[in-house]
């Protein structure tokens, strides 16, 4: 397998009750470790939307109002994806646009997730099923606008929603 992304030694890829499979944490991590950068290829929105996720479905993450980092071929999907799936009460956020880091310590056996409204900046409504206490219910690709949102995730959230929040 051709692994595009790099995911921390400290985690694993196995079965969740948030979705599908997801990462865990086979040993403690502290506040602001690296445990995942995305890898893949600079696409715009309009070579994801009609040519990628038809054929490999959501594989990609945002960094940019036009600009997405995803794989492009079947072969490179499974080396490209994280398994962090979305939780509204997430222990993942963003440095840089790609890298994910811990938001706080972690210990062995959490499930690794991170909220979408960190990274996306997009048009969508989606019904959320991570069973948080937090949970919001609905996502959108707005959520970063919520000031509740961006007090909780402050200093974590993608650069380029952190530019737009600082505009």
């Not at 694993?12 to 948030?18: G, L, P, W, Y």
């Not at 990462?23 to 403690?28: D, I, R």
Request: proline residues 2%; hydrophobic residues 35%.
């Amino acid at each position: 397998m051709l692994r595009l992304s790099h995911l921390s030694p400290k985690t694993e890829v196995r079965e969740s009750k948030i979705h599908g499979r997801g990462l865990f944490a086979t040993a403690n991590i502290v506040k602001d470790e690296i445990v995942a950068v995305k890898g893949g290829y600079i696409v715009d929105r309009q070579t994801l939307r009609l040519e990628i996720t038809p054929r490999l479905g959501p594989v990609e993450i945002q960094i940019d109002d036009n600009r997405f980092i995803a794989p492009v071929t079947k072969e490179e999907r499974e080396g490209s994806m994280l398994y962090s799936n979305h939780s509204c009460d997430a222990n993942l956020g963003i440095h840089g646009n790609i890298i994910f880091v811990a938001m706080r310590d972690i210990a062995a056996g959490e499930e690794l997730t991170h909220d979408w409204c960190v990274t996306d900046d997009d048009s969508y409504t989606v019904e959320c099923r991570c069973g948080s206490a937090l949970c919001r219910g609905t996502l959108t690709g707005k959520d970063w606008q919520r000031s509740e949102l961006q007090d909780r995730y402050g200093g974590y959230f993608s650069w380029y929603l952190a530019e737009k929040m600082r505009r």
